[in-house]
């Protein structure tokens, strides 16, 4: 077997073309999206960054709301709430974690984003109804969606596969694993208690990393010919670096890539992908929100 990373270039252009097509159909028309960030943490400047360029780059009309260390809990989901109700927001996005000088909640936070409008996916309304297999009737979180069309990219089929997760996060873990089980295959999710770790790995036919700590898992863990998505970006001294360090996965990447018959680069692997599904969320949103406005 061919040992690549899946490769991700196409979804991109095909959130662009969706674009072009809305708008044709509605002239005037142009997406929107609102990042609201709570600080000026660097780590989210970054990403922020990309996700604008991204949406740039495809046609929508992007806005940076940027709020002081100051605000207050009250006070964002005030900003929240009002571009609930501005008609040409059709995403929103609450970067998370908030840099604030006061106790914010970040799930208060994400609940106050409208269902309707939680292009992350990361709202409880929409991650209940992941839970419950009503995936055409909801958001689909960004980092596990972009798993999954990774997944089926390689052509491996994921019904019937035996499928294990690593990490059971609110925003990466449990709803892979949901995904997952409801495109049928059987999945088991390991965590910080799981017993006999290594072993639980090496009989996944497809393998999924989110579990935050740098190249954990080994070549040895891994199953021939598995296909391996690793969800993880950490930072390690590298003497050789100008920076002094690198970005590494959750996956010894080195070692697994020996044996497995697809597997995903960090850094650019998964988070293209996450961008990625999150311009696609916010292209349905608007959609939407153009079928609501003519029914």
Not at 220 to 226: I, L, M, N
Not at 245 to 253: A, E, K, P, S, T
Request: hydrophobic residues 35%; charged residues 25%.
């Amino acid at each position: 077997m061919i040992r690549r990373p899946p490769r991700s270039t196409l979804f991109p252009y095909t959130t662009l073309f969706r674009s072009k097509k809305l708008k044709s159909e509605n002239p005037g028309f142009v997406p929107g999206l609102a990042v609201v960030q709570v600080g000026e943490r660097e780590d989210s400047n970054v990403y922020i960054r990309m996700k604008m360029k991204s949406a740039q780059d495809i046609g929508l009309n992007p806005q940076h709301v940027k709020l002081p260390r100051s605000t207050t809990q009250e006070q964002l989901i005030e900003a929240i709430q009002k571009l609930n109700r501005d008609d040409t927001v059709h995403g929103i996005i609450v970067q998370m974690p908030p840099d604030s000088d006061h106790p914010i909640d970040g799930t208060v936070a994400l609940n106050s984003v409208s269902p309707l409008k939680d292009v992350d996916g990361l709202n409880t309304e929409n991650a209940g109804k992941v839970a419950r297999g009503e995936l055409n009737d909801c958001f689909l979180p960004c980092t596990p969606n972009g798993c999954m069309e990774l997944i089926k990219r390689t052509g491996v089929p994921v019904e019937g596969s035996r499928a294990v997760v690593l990490g059971r996060s609110k925003i990466v873990g449990a709803p892979m694993h949901d995904l997952l089980l409801w495109n049928n295959a059987t999945v088991t999710v390991c965590h910080s208690k799981t017993k006999d770790l290594p072993k639980v790995v090496s009989e996944a036919d497809i393998l999924v990393v989110a579990i935050g700590r740098p190249e954990m898992v080994r070549g040895d863990w891994v199953k021939e010919g598995a296909v391996v998505i690793d969800c993880g970006i950490n930072p390690i001294s590298d003497a050789t670096k100008k920076s002094g360090q690198r970005l590494v996965g959750d996956v010894h990447y080195d070692e697994v890539r020996r044996k497995a018959s697809y597997i995903t680069p960090v850094p650019g692997g998964v988070g293209p992908m996450t961008v990625a599904m999150l311009m696609k969320n916010t292209v349905l949103a608007a959609s939407r929100a153009c079928a609501r406005k003519s029914a």
